[in-house]
């Protein structure tokens, strides 16, 4: 039997075209590929000014996350001409969870998983944190024995957006790994701001 594909499936297959698991580690550095274009050759971008981040039921859990993440959003809020983040309730494109379902990356502190639209650029993230660390994330600037959740998020935030890691810039906010009491990704390296400046030149 032959059925023809329901209008759904295909609109589900469209948007998720790719999903790409991004991992911020406590300790090994690592690389990973993310693709700057899709499928045509279009910019793995927002097409918009503001991304709407909310936070899950199960994320609710993270204590003070929503001040964590207003935190984190200053750190792009550095860079101007990109997206700003918008803390909402009930809109959504980045959604911030606490899942042990991490890709494969059980040893990550937070995972960034993409999805984008052929025609659209990005379409929506998905920031999970991993529970393993919940007794040991927290505001580094408090609790030097915590790793920052602050730096996590502004890390995780930017894959959101669309950037790789930084292999080389230990300072970078989108340097792979951090440790316990480091806040160094709260704030952007040059090579931060140059990379999703180039990211957003052309939109
Ligand atoms: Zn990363």
New binding site residues.
């Given amino acids: 039997m032959i059925t023809r594909p329901s209008p759904w499936a295909h609109r589900v297959a469209a948007i998720a075209t790719a999903v790409l698991p991004?991992?911020?580690s406590p300790n090994a550095a690592h690389a990973?590929a993310l693709p700057k274009v899709g499928n045509n050759g279009e910019r793995l971008v927002w097409q918009r000014d503001e991304v709407a981040v909310c936070i899950d039921d199960a994320a609710n859990a993270i204590q003070d996350l929503p001040q964590h993440l207003r935190t984190a959003f200053l750190t792009w809020a550095a860079v101007p001409s990109i997206p700003t983040f918008e803390l909402w309730r009930d809109r959504c494109d980045v959604v911030i969870t606490l899942s042990d379902n991490l890709a494969g990356r059980d040893d990550a502190l937070a995972i960034c998983g993409l999805a984008y639209a052929s025609t659209t650029g990005l379409a929506r993230a998905t920031i999970t944190i991993n529970p393993r660390y919940f007794e040991s994330i927290g505001d580094a600037t408090v609790d030097p024995s915590a790793y920052d959740l602050p730096s996590i998020l502004a890390?995780e935030l930017g894959?959101a957006l669309g950037l790789e890691?930084d292999l080389d810039d230990a300072t970078a906010t989108?340097y792979?790994t951090t440790s316990r009491g480091d806040v160094a990704q709260r704030t952007l390296a040059e090579g931060d701001v140059d990379a999703i400046t180039a990211q957003y030149l052309i939109r």
């Fill in positions: 991004l991992a911020l990973e890390h894959h890691d989108m792979g």
